[in-house]
Nanobody, 119 residues
Framework: QVQLVESGGGLVQAGGSLGLSCAAS????????MGWYRQAPGREREAVAT???????NYAEAVKGRFTIARDNAKNTVYLQMNNLKPEDTAVYYC?????????????WGQGTQVTVSS
């Protein structure tokens, strides 16, 4: 089992910045990709940014140039720095980790953290 504990988030005005972090613990011997997803009210969960174990990153078009994802493999921690935030970034943000166990990859999710951007 793997536990993901998120921190960060909160309320910020448009144009401001926030940082999120997510630490994985438990059976983390093989953590592959990690990432951040978000879900706004009435909408489906969507990928925001992902990062492979080797550091390759992918971003949603809506956040390119504003968000930066990074990870510390020694700490099994993933970070999301969010700059120039917009009201449309308001959502619950979830951390995700893909953990391999005996050649099977499992998805784990954090509890979610609220990000609210006021106009």
């Amino acid at each position: 089992q793997v536990q993901l504990v998120e921190s960060g988030g909160g309320l910020v005005q448009a144009g401001g910045s926030l940082g999120l972090s997510c630490a994985a613990s438990g059976s983390t011997s093989r953590v592959n990709a990690m990432g951040w997803y978000r879900q706004a009210p009435g909408r489906e969960r969507e990928a925001v940014a992902t990062i492979s174990a080797g550091g390759r990153t992918n971003y949603a078009e809506a956040v390119k140039g504003r968000f930066t994802i990074a990870r510390d493999n020694a700490k099994n921690t993933v970070y999301l720095q969010m700059n120039n935030l917009k009201p449309e970034d308001t959502a619950v943000y979830y951390c995700n980790a893909k953990v391999e166990d005996y050649r099977v990859e499992y998805d784990y999710w954090g509890q979610g953290t609220q990000v609210t951007v006021s106009s």
